[in-house]
């Protein structure tokens, strides 16, 4: 089973920026479509953004035109650059398989605040 690793949290003002990055165990990572979710207190986990295995695309409606997934497959490595991040943003985020709900890492907690 592939374990994944998020790192890149933070807490950051209004209109800032962050990237996370999801490390992968395996190699295997390359041929999956991969996802970012995200989960608020009191709420339940939210698909934020995938990538199929060959590039393309999809965002939540939320999130569209401010944050940019993106994956090197040479380094196992699944990214998501977030900008222009609101107060709503705040949540930890996940990486997982898309449409995954065993499997999960520990997230990486991002906090949107002034």
């Known amino acids: 089973q592939v374990q994944f690793v998020e790192s890149g949290g933070g807490l950051v003002q209004p209109g800032g920026s962050l990237r996370l990055s999801c490390a992968a165990s395996?190699?295997?990572?390359?041929?999956?479509?991969m996802a970012w979710y995200r989960q608020a207190p009191g709420n339940q986990r939210e698909l934020v953004a995938f990538i199929r295995s060959g590039g393309f695309t999809n965002y939540a409606d939320s999130v569209k035109g401010r944050f940019t997934i993106s994956r090197d497959n040479a380094k196992n490595t699944l990214y998501l650059q977030m900008n222009s991040l609101k107060p709503e943003d705040t949540a930890v985020y996940y990486c997982n398989v898309k449409g995954a709900t065993t499997n999960w890492g520990q997230g990486t907690q991002v906090t949107v605040s002034s």
């Open positions: 395996r190699s295997s990572f390359s041929i999956y479509a």
